[in-house]
């Protein structure tokens, strides 16, 4: 079966410091890998998305970037996080090739301070 | 793109009682909705699910409808209980062209004991 990880679970970080989030999805090839953003008590916010190693599309213009290094890893990075970076974080991954449903890692809670 | 509108945010109901939530989407090209159900801090999970094909799904106490014509389908929860309080989200997506769901902002349903 398929499972997918996300870490840190929690990070705090200061205003103007690099962030690197990670998720990696196990059981499937090929996913399509999704990047989303929620504030507190908000909906969700697609960030990033990826059909395939190399290839990104950016949903929002802002100062956070997304690489997808292999097959199965997601990462979102910032060289200097704001404090509106703060929010709960989840990747999710679907089958390539269709719209179908996405399930979602348990995110990572980001607090900058 | 797609736009999709869910209505209410908010939503109590007492135990035992029913509970409706709807959505309505722009894009006639949307083909695949699926709901989610997010409990405080955890991953949003996938409930329920309809393609276009069909009008109607239902799985024990959870149902959504489908009207292709009006755009719009609907969540709806039966006997409701207590561990159903949590946030719904709505989704709507197309196998043509991206890969992605447009999700609603999200109704707060709160079962009163």
């Known amino acids: 079966s398929q499972t997918i990880h996300q870490w840190p679970a929690t990070l705090v970080q200061p205003v103007g410091s690099p962030l690197s989030l990670e998720c990696t999805v196990e059981?499937?090839?090929?996913?399509?890998l999704y990047w989303y953003r929620q504030a507190a008590g908000r909906g969700l916010q697609l960030l990033f998305y990826?059909?395939?190693?190399?290839?990104i599309s950016s949903e929002v213009p802002q100062n956070l970037s997304a690489s997808r290094p292999q097959d199965r890893q997601f990462i979102l990075s910032s060289k200097k996080l704001l404090l509106s970076d703060s929010g709960f974080y989840l990747c999710?991954?679907?089958?390539?090739?269709?719209?179908?449903?996405?399930?979602f890692g348990p995110g990572t809670r980001l607090t900058v301070l | 793109g797609e736009n999709v509108e869910q209505h209410p945010s908010t939503l109590s109901v007492q135990e035992g009682d029913s509970a409706v939530i709807k959505c309505t989407y722009s894009?006639?090209?949307?083909?695949?909705f699926p709901w989610y159900k997010q409990e405080l801090g955890k991953r949003p999970q996938l409930i329920i699910d309809?393609?276009?094909?069909?009008g109607e799904k239902k799985d024990q106490r959870i149902a959504v409808t489908l009207n292709k014509t009006a755009k719009h389908f609907s969540l709806h929860i039966t006997e409701t209980q207590p561990e159903d309080s949590a946030v719904y989200f709505c989704?709507?997506?197309?196998?043509?062209?991206?890969?992605?769901?447009?999700f609603g902002t999200g109704t707060r349903l709160t079962i009163i004991p």
């Open positions: 999710a991954w679907s089958v390539l090739g269709s719209t179908d449903t996405q399930y």
């Open positions: 059981g499937t090839s090929n996913p399509n």
């Open positions: 990826s059909v395939g190693i190399g290839q």
């Open positions: 894009d006639s090209a949307s083909n695949y």
């Open positions: 309809i393609r276009s094909n069909v």
């Open positions: 989704a709507a997506g197309s196998n043509f062209g991206n890969e992605k769901l447009t």
